[in-house]
């Protein structure tokens, strides 16, 4: 297993647009338009622009699991670790949207 892990580690940095692009499919990101480029390895990796050309909700991709997995992790320096779970964050998303529509 480690060889197979240390072989995949490789292959992910050498291809890193592949393995990147692999993982848009793997998570399942629901984008209107999908990417046309991954990442321009001609740029330095901290001015970088990454899945160029996508169109996607951000809250629609959060929002699609509704279980009791973890969904967040908050912590700090001083305070211990707080979790939110995906549930918890759908329904508190719901009073947040319920709140802003009064607003109007």
Known sequence: ????????HKWS???LSDFWAEMWDFVGIIS???FHTVVDLEV??????WYEGAK????????KY???????????????A???????MYENSKL???????LV
Do not use: C, W
């Open 56 to 63: 996607l909700n951000y809250a629609e991709n959060l929002l």
């Open 44 to 49: 330095p990796m901290h001015e970088a622009k």
């Open 13 to 15: 940095i050498d291809n």
């Open 66 to 80: 509704r279980d009791d997995k973890i969904a967040m992790v908050q912590a700090g320096e001083d305070s211990a």
């Open 1 to 8: 297993m480690q060889n197979g892990y240390h072989e995949f």
């Open 82 to 88: 707080e979790t939110t779970t995906y549930a918890q």
């Open 32 to 34: 209107s338009k999908r």
């Open 96 to 102: 947040y949207a319920a709140a802003f529509a009064s």
